[in-house]
Structures are given as C-alpha cells and as structure tokens.
C-alpha cells in the first residue's frame, strides 16, 4: 500500500511535468508533434487520471483497513468460540464421565487382615467354671422329685467338701469348719491349688435368719434383699476359701442371683 502511494505521488509529477509547454512565439518556427489544442486536452486528460488514481488508492487504502479491522473482529471471535468449546467439552467430562475413565480407576483396596497380635483373645475359662455351671443345672431342678438324691450325687461326683459356719467377728472374714451332710456350704477343690470354690447348697432356705447369721451376707454378694420371696440360687462366681492355721477363711467373697 505504501508502494502504491509513492507511485501515485511521484507519477503525477512527471506527467505533469512531461506535458508540452505552451508555445511561445519563439519557438513558432520549430515543427510541433501536436497541436496546441491537443496538448490542453492531453494535460487535462493526465490530471483526471491522476484524480482517478488518487481516488483508486484511497478506497483500496479504506477497504485494506476495513479487512484488518474485520479479521481482528473475526480472531477475538474464533478465539472465544474455541474457548467455549473447550469448556463445555469439560462440563460434559465432569456431568457424563466416560466408562474408560472408570474402568482405569484402581480399584479398592482390600482391608487388611488383622495380625494375630490384633485378633481378640478368647477368653481364659475360670477352672472352676465347669463346676459352677453343673451346680446352676441342679440347683435350677430342686423342684424334681428325688432332689436330695442328686445333691447327693453331685456331691460324690465332684468330690466335695462340706463346710458350715463356725464363728464370725465383725469387721473379720468368717470361720468355717467341716461339716455333716446338712451343711450350708459345699467346696470344690480347684485342681492343682489348695483353694475351693464354695457354693450354697441349694436345698436350704434362704431367710433373713440364714443371710445375716448363717454366714451368708459375709461371704457372698447377692440380691437377697431386693427379693421378697425366693424360689431358686444361681452363682454367678464362687467364693473362694483358704485354709490357714487350721481354720478355714473366705478370702474372696463370691456373687449370687436369686430368682
């Protein structure tokens, strides 16, 4: 565009200027190629199509900036349009994710297993268990015929030993002594120990009289006075007894339920 310009600015010049001169007199005697009539019109004819020219560059200058203008116009738009594309390409992404997307997740770890250190410990059987629950079974069927028969076969069985109360002291453990067939208490001897298990003979009657002086609020928990009758003995946990200078003592008080 410059270039053209520049040729428009130095051809109207030249053409100008290599327009015949008006004759003068002095010159009439030298032979003319054109007649000065003709020479008007050639000049006049130079300067419209230098007019012309000028008026050609000038559009083509405008148009020029109007196609500039118009492509910037088209770029800014292009530009925005693929940047909208792109967004709602990952609009969809996130709302509608692919299945090669989730197949390519990981999948879930499996949860460890537990060491053996971890793992709960069973827990450790009382050896005197295995008694208490045979005793829970018979005292829970006193109401069978025969009853006494199988006290006293249970007490062969286990090899018990028969206790009743000697003496108590307040504020001391109270004193047992080895008693007849009748006796309240019966003992268990732990295997490998020189402990018994004691447990109440469930043939005898559980009354007030019995529970503060026979020995029994002494040597057992118990729910005795919340009940207002009672019909059968549990134990949950024997008292454990001791024998020491002869004597033997209750050294662990046990846990009864009446029902």
Same mark, same amino acid.
């Given at each position: 565009?410059?270039?053209?310009?520049?040729?428009?600015?130095?051809?109207?010049?030249?053409?100008?200027?290599?327009?015949?001169?008006?004759?003068?007199?002095?010159?009439?005697?030298?032979?003319?190629?054109?007649?000065?009539?003709?020479?008007?019109?050639?000049?006049?004819?130079?300067?419209?199509?230098?007019?012309?020219?000028?008026?050609?560059?000038?559009?083509?200058?405008?148009?020029?900036?109007?196609?500039?203008?118009?492509?910037?116009?088209?770029?800014?738009?292009?530009?925005?349009?693929?940047?909208?594309?792109?967004? @709602?390409?990952?609009?969809? !992404?996130?709302? &509608?994710?692919?299945?090669?997307?989730?197949? *390519?997740?990981?999948?879930?770890? %499996? $949860?460890?297993?537990?060491?053996?250190?971890?793992?709960?410990?069973?827990?450790?059987?009382?050896?005197?268990?295995?008694?208490?629950?045979?005793?829970?079974?018979?005292?829970?069927?006193?109401?069978?015929?025969?009853?006494?028969?199988?006290?006293?076969?249970?007490?062969?069985?286990?090899?018990?030993?028969?206790?009743?109360?000697?003496?108590?002291?307040?504020?001391?453990?109270?004193?047992?002594?080895?008693?007849?067939?009748?006796?309240?208490?019966?003992?268990?001897?732990?295997?490998?120990?020189?402990?018994?298990?004691?447990?109440?003979?469930?043939?005898?009657?559980?009354?007030?009289?019995?529970?503060?002086?026979?020995? @029994?609020?002494?040597?057992? !928990?118990?729910? &005795?006075?919340?009940?207002?009758?009672?019909? *059968?003995?549990?134990?949950?946990? %024997? $008292?454990?007894?001791?024998?020491?200078?002869?004597?033997?003592?209750?050294?662990?008080?046990?846990?009864?339920?009446?029902?």
């Amino acid at each position: 565009m410059k270039n053209l310009f520049l040729l428009t600015f130095f051809l109207i010049p030249n053409i100008v200027l290599a327009a015949p001169a008006p004759i003068h007199e002095e010159m009439k005697q030298e032979p003319r190629l054109f007649s000065p009539m003709m020479t008007d019109v050639f000049v006049v004819l130079c300067f419209v199509m230098c007019f012309i020219l000028i008026g050609a560059v000038i559009y083509l200058y405008m148009q020029n900036q109007n196609y500039k203008g118009h492509g910037k116009k088209i770029t800014a738009i292009s530009r925005d349009l693929k940047a909208a594309i792109q967004e @709602l390409h990952n609009i969809n !992404a996130y709302l &509608f994710p692919s299945k090669e997307k989730e197949e *390519k997740k990981p999948a879930p770890k %499996p $949860a460890p297993t537990p060491k053996e250190d971890n793992a709960p410990k069973p827990v450790k059987k009382e050896v005197w268990q295995e008694f208490v629950d045979a005793y829970n079974n018979l005292a829970n069927s006193m109401e069978v015929p025969k009853a006494d028969i199988a006290c006293e076969n249970f007490i062969k069985e286990h090899n018990l030993t028969l206790f009743k109360l000697e003496s108590k002291t307040a504020g001391q453990p109270p004193v047992f002594s080895e008693g007849a067939k009748g006796a309240e208490y019966w003992g268990y001897q732990i295997p490998n120990e020189e402990r018994l298990a004691i447990v109440v003979s469930p043939k005898i009657t559980f009354d007030d009289k019995f529970y503060k002086e026979g020995g @029994l609020k002494e040597s057992f !928990a118990s729910n &005795f006075e919340d009940m207002k009758e009672i019909q *059968k003995v549990s134990v949950k946990i %024997p $008292a454990i007894m001791t024998k020491k200078d002869g004597k033997y003592t209750i050294n662990q008080p046990g846990l009864l339920r009446f029902s």
